[in-house]
């Protein structure tokens, strides 16, 4: 059996040389899998899997079991026009609610089609992941330089910042709920 690559692969690898030669940041943000956007924060890293995860299941407050999640999952499900829409309803013991609110963490996690970092205004970086219907969720990191000018020895944790429901054309200006 001969194995061969397809006719045109040099050519690909080639022009993908060149890519990481002449712009090694949008290269590396390219093969993480991001979108590429007018805003994208091109040479940052996106946070892991576990970190996103770390941040959604931080209890809501301290000495409360609710997670984060669960809690931005509470709030956001009202927004939700149909009764249980994309992202259900939550009822029933705080435990049941973390659990499901996991399960969506998954849902989008395991499926997105979508994954993204910007800039918001004040050096916020913002990470978001969407399955292809557009519902996903948000990350935040402060990456605000101190007083001094300086960045801190330790960059600021990752946080869950809640979910989001699909982009709409105009959406602000029509009141849509995000």
């Known amino acids: 059996m001969h194995i061969s690559e397809l006719p045109d692969a040099a050519t690909k690898r080639e022009n993908l040389a060149a890519v990481f030669d002449t712009e090694p940041l949008l290269a590396k ?4 899998g991001m979108a590429y956007t007018v805003g994208s924060a091109v040479g940052e890293d996106p946070p892991t899997i576990e970190l996103c995860l770390e941040a959604f299941q931080k209890p809501n407050k301290a000495g409360v079991e609710l997670t984060t999640g669960a809690r931005a999952w509470s709030k956001h ?7 249980d829409g994309w992202w259900g309803r939550p009822s029933g ?3 049941g609610i ?3 609110a996991l399960e969506l963490f ?4 395991d499926h997105a089609t979508w994954r993204n970092l910007h800039w918001l205004p004040h050096q916020i970086l913002v990470y978001e992941a969407r399955v292809f219907e557009g519902y996903g969720m948000r990350w935040s990191r402060d990456c605000a330089k101190s007083e001094g000018g300086e960045q801190d020895e330790s960059p600021h944790p990752w946080v869950f910042r809640g979910f989001v429901e699909p982009m709409m054309e105009n959406g602000h200006e029509i009141g849509w709920r995000h």
């Open 77 to 83: 499900a009202a927004r939700a026009l149909a009764e």
């Open 93 to 95: 013991p705080v435990a």
């Open 106 to 109: 998954y849902k989008v996690m």
């Open 29 to 32: 943000h390219l093969s993480l």
């Open 98 to 100: 973390n659990a499901k």
